[in-house]
């Protein structure tokens, strides 16, 4: 069979693509916990606000989506939940909810809450208000400001989480929390119910929903009791206590709007680099500079420029000031140095005596120095790195000696594909000690590694950070994948404090641990390292050092691309490499990185061992524990959970196994009853029907008879009258359904589409290389499905799509599977580029194809076969999600959205195969008089709005109404339509836009610039 090659930037598209597939969640499956309000941008209307003066949003008052739970997902009092974090000190007036519906609002009602902040995540209430009708909420895309008053002002001085709990149990959401994926940034989180695919508690909505930067939730505020406005050296104004004011402060319950506080006088100030600016004393001293007084100026220039000797590549060197040796393309040597010194020829920074010199690499090391490299520049830094506890040392205290300039830099896994956690590898007990956590989803698209700069004592180290206070660490985490043969190595296992966002203090290492054997990539193997109990404060990391200090690697720590992410991942650069030198996260040196494969188990004070009722025992706090909690400091290591009743489990097909309640269900099996046995069987038994046996005899039995006997059924009540039954070559396989199970259609483009085989008689096979990928084929229902010629015929593989949304088609991913009595003899994709695996087209293997050009016909070509069955036989191929990616449909939106393939046909030979046909529509797009777009049948549409044609999509939008901005009294804008702004007793700005307001002439923030400096720095 042919395959082209592939070039690598192709490659990693098709593997980026095949990523995203496994990285999707259903949404707005009809009885899908998560969902979702649909694409485009919502229109925030205008609102009143409420009394309190300050106004606090991590959003930017723009949205892209909305966000709920429903159904399962929502749980008493507060599962379901979502919040939003701020820093106080703050008097909390009002909780302020930006929302949207589709249509299901009927009074329900929410719990408004604040909350203190514990490790990273809402802890103890503060206060709360409940059972609050919020009103009515707008329509998407219109975006509605909901103030919910508390009734009190709750002081909040340290940080602290808003949000609230929709009351709707069991039910269809009545509306949607606004979600802002391009702004400033916040902390949006969810507190996800058991049961729904995610680890119980408060958890980044981004795990369920996809990359989101803050939730419409924010808050009205004042400056709570015992706070007042605090005037700083500098002129900048904060909210503190009169104790903890470092300046004047104003009084207490002043706040910071209008800014009460004198700003000191400027003045020139000159930087190391010789550039001047106009700052004030304080700030100029905090940069490094030099003030040269109030009132002065920088014209003409008062800054001496650096002069010194400037090196060039080619090994020469001249005395110029710092500007024009770096607009000649040299490299400054420094303030003072000279070229008589002869800094340029093969010299760079030398750490003499813990000092730095310019020197030749000869010189340096005749003088015992650490040579850092040729064109490296001194600075007062340069002969510093961290150490393994985060201090600040020399290079001599750490042990570096001779050249540097020789270290390997460090290389990146060449991988493609998706690393698979292989259970068999497991290399201890996952959650033995007590509670897991793990910032990256468990699947990992690379791995990462020092070679031979992997060097003693810890440099070369990976680290993650986690948070939580009142935690005690019992065991770390690895998860890891090789791609050669291991040499015994051995590693080190640390925990550290946390210092300024980077690993600081050791509190724990765990030296020369063996990890055990490592899986060969793409399987990926769990590492257990198990340490005595140690306390950790808020925040802290964990991590490792690999032990080849010259050699080459022999593992790599798994790097997740795709996931919804940690609170930082790092790795110890050494000195000498171009990349710095220090902690530095991850993706300064591989690429974007959303967390390595570092995890941890923790014991918590109050948690205990959790019975769920089909045995399984997972260590929680209690209120987290939906089963039965047996008590703080229980564990799951021996499991204390009895295990669940077992009886008689029966199935469709008459057959009967002793198993759990639970198990059975899982199977797709009906519970007959604790205790109840199999023999006699108590299930019902399926009809009789006509079975051709292996001997080609036709008898009429039931089904499960046929089957056990290596038959092929013919259906209930069929008889063997005239029946002549073909030879089977392997009725095992045949019998067995690869049906996808009706997964669900999605929320793209190319949901509720399926996968389909077709033999085109008029297509005649020739074995000179020939495509076919065109077709007669009109639609679906047309498919042939059963092939009776003898020899090698062409079929094909379709993608179907009935409407009402116009597909558009850039990837799929897919399976085949066969007996051996079917030969495949040739085949080609109908796409682009493809991406099989190493034995496609084999039985049960897969494949990925994709387009440059989004597909938009409704029977879209995939792929082409040739083959033919041995002496006669009869057997089916059948169609199967692909063994690692499943099935799924993408476009070409970025990033793509993935659309599970609803059902998966087969192709007979000799017998029927079976083609699931996508249901065509009579709906289509009808555009309202607001611009707005439903789908709906014609006859609903005609008396509202206009209809566009049956299967018209409304994503992307048809209708369109021209907007623009809208001033109201209080010089606030809005973007609406001249219509709506009208009625609102607005004034129209048609082809305006409210970025920047155009209803104001000077623009206002309602918030203090420390405040303001504080949002913008999450």
Wanted: glycine letters at 14%; charged letters at 20%; hydrophobic letters at 35%.
């Amino acid at each position: 069979m042919r395959v082209p090659a592939l070039s690598s930037s192709i490659a990693r598209s098709i593997v980026c693509f095949a990523a995203l597939v496994l990285g999707f969640t259903v949404a707005n499956a009809d009885e899908s916990p998560i969902t979702s309000v649909g694409d485009g941008t919502g229109i925030l209307q205008p609102g009143e606000r409420g009394s309190c003066p300050d106004f606090y949003l991590n959003a930017d008052d723009t949205y892209e989506g909305g966000y709920a739970w429903q159904y399962g997902g929502v749980v008493p009092p507060d599962l379901g939940s979502f919040a939003e974090c701020y820093e106080g000190p703050i008097g909390v007036c009002a909780v302020v909810l930006d929302l949207s519906q589709a249509g299901n609002q009927i009074g329900q009602t929410l719990d408004a809450y604040v909350w203190e902040d514990d490790g990273g995540s809402p802890g103890a209430v503060l206060c709360i208000t409940t059972d609050v009708d919020p009103g009515p909420v707008a329509f998407w895309p219109s975006i509605s400001r909901h103030s919910i008053d508390l009734g009190t002002v709750c002081d909040a001085t340290d940080e602290f989480w808003v949000g609230y709990w929709a009351n709707w149990p069991d039910q269809v959401a009545g509306w949607f929390i606004s979600a802002d994926l391009d702004g400033f940034g916040g902390c949006p989180l969810t507190k996800y119910a058991p049961g729904m695919g995610f680890p119980s508690g408060w958890g980044n909505v981004s795990a369920a929903w996809g990359p989101t930067q803050s939730l419409g939730i924010g808050l009205e505020g004042t400056v709570p009791k015992g706070y007042g406005a605090c005037c700083l050296p500098n002129g900048v104004c904060e909210i503190t206590t009169e104790f903890d004011c470092q300046g004047d402060f104003i009084g207490e319950g002043e706040g910071c709007v209008p800014d009460l506080c004198l700003q000191p006088e400027e003045g020139a100030c000159c930087q190391p680099d010789g550039q001047c600016a106009i700052t004030n004393a304080f700030d100029c001293e905090e940069s490094g500079g030099s003030y040269l007084g109030d009132d002065t100026g920088c014209d003409p220039d008062p800054c001496p420029e650096p002069f010194g000797a400037c090196c060039f590549p080619d090994g020469s060197c001249t005395d110029l000031l710092l500007p024009q040796c770096t607009e000649q393309g040299g490299a400054f040597t420094g303030d003072g140095s000279l070229c008589e010194s002869s800094p340029c020829s093969d010299s760079g920074a030398c750490c003499i005596n813990d000092r730095c010199f310019v020197r030749t690499s000869e010189d340096c090391l005749a003088e015992d120095g650490i040579f850092l490299g040729f064109d490296v520049p001194c600075d007062p830094e340069v002969c510093f790195t961290i150490s393994c506890d985060g201090a600040l040392v020399t290079l001599g205290e750490m042990g570096f000696e001779g050249d540097l300039s020789n270290l390997s830099k460090p290389e990146p896994m060449g991988i493609s594909g998706r690393g698979v956690l292989d259970p068999v590898f497991h290399q201890g007990a996952e959650r033995g000690c007590g509670i897991f956590e793990l910032s990256a989803d468990e699947s990992y698209e690379s791995g990462y590694i020092w070679r031979e700069s992997s060097i003693e004592p810890c440099y070369g180290s990976f680290a993650e950070k986690y948070v939580g206070s009142g935690r005690e660490i019992c065991a770390i985490t690895l998860d890891l994948a090789a791609t050669g043969t291991q040499n015994g190595q051995l590693l080190d296992a640390y925990v550290w404090d946390d210092s300024g966002n980077q690993p600081g203090v050791v509190l724990h290492v765990e030296v020369g641990v063996d990890p055990g054997l490592v899986a060969p990539w793409p399987s990926v193997s769990r590492h257990i390292v198990p340490i005595p109990a140690t306390p950790v404060g808020n925040e802290w990391w964990v991590g490792f050092w690999a032990d080849w200090q010259g050699m080459g690697g022999a593992w790599y720590i798994g790097a997740d691309t795709d996931g919804p992410g940690g609170n930082g991942s790092m790795t110890l650069v050494p000195p000498g490499e171009d990349i710095g030198r220090g902690w530095q996260p991850v993706s300064n040196i591989w690429g974007s990185t959303q967390a390595l494969g570092i995890g941890v188990s923790y014991l918590v004070q109050g948690a205990g061992a959790c019975c769920f009722g089909d045995g399984s025992c997972i260590v929680l706090e209690m209120e987290d524990c939906t089963g039965e909690f047996q008590g703080e400091s229980t564990d799951c290591d021996p499991n204390p959970c009895p295990p669940p009743p077992f009886g008689a489990c029966c199935f469709v097909n008459g057959s009967c196994t002793i198993s759990s309640d639970f198990d059975c269900e899982a199977d797709g099996g009906t519970y007959f009853g604790e205790d109840v046995e199999c023999d006699p069987n108590p299930c019902p038994q399926p009809g009789v029907g006509a079975c051709c046996l292996p001997d080609q005899n036709c008898v009429e039995i039931s089904i499960v008879d046929c089957l056990e006997q290596g038959g092929l059924f013919l259906g209930k009540d069929s008889v063997c009258d005239g029946v002549v039954c073909p030879i089977l070559c392997d009725a095992s396989l045949t019998s067995r359904s690869h049906d996808p199970a009706r997964r669900g259609g999605g929320t793209g483009p190319n949901r509720n589409g399926t996968l389909i085989l077709h033999h085109d008689d008029e297509l005649v096979y020739t074995a000179d290389g020939g495509g076919f990928c065109d077709s007669s084929l009109e639609d679906c229902l047309s498919a042939t499905i059963r092939v009776d010629t003898e020899g090698p015929v062409v079929f094909q593989v379709f993608a179907a799509f009935g409407g009402p949304n116009t597909p558009r088609l850039v990837g799929v991913t897919f399976g085949i599977d066969y007996s051996d009595c079917l030969f495949i003899v040739d085949g080609d994709h109908c796409g682009d580029f493809e991406l099989p695996q190493s034995s496609w087209p084999e039985p049960e293997t897969g494949t990925a194809v994709t387009w440059t050009v989004p597909q938009e016909t409704f029977l879209v070509p995939v792929y082409w076969f040739a083959g033919y069955v041995d002496g006669g036989q009869a057997t089916t191929l059948d169609l199967i999600p692909h063994p690692d990616l499943g099935a799924f449909f993408g476009d070409d939106s970025i990033p793509a959205i993935l659309d599970p393939i609803l059902d998966l046909g087969s192709l007979g030979f000799k017998m029927d195969g079976r083609a699931p046909c996508p249901t065509a529509t009579e709906t289509g797009a009808c555009c309202l008089s607001d611009g707005s777009c439903q789908v709906l049948l014609e006859e609903e549409c005609t008396p509202i709005g206009e209809f566009l044609g049956r299967g018209v999509p409304c994503d992307p939008n048809p209708c369109f109404v021209p907007v623009g901005a809208c001033c109201f009294e209080d010089e606030s804008c809005g973007v609406l339509t001249e219509s709506e702004c009208q009625g609102s007793g607005g004034v129209f700005l048609a082809d305006e836009d409210c970025d920047p307001n155009p209803c104001v002439t000077v623009p206002t923030i309602e918030s203090t610039w420390g405040r303001i400096k504080a949002r913008f720095s999450r």
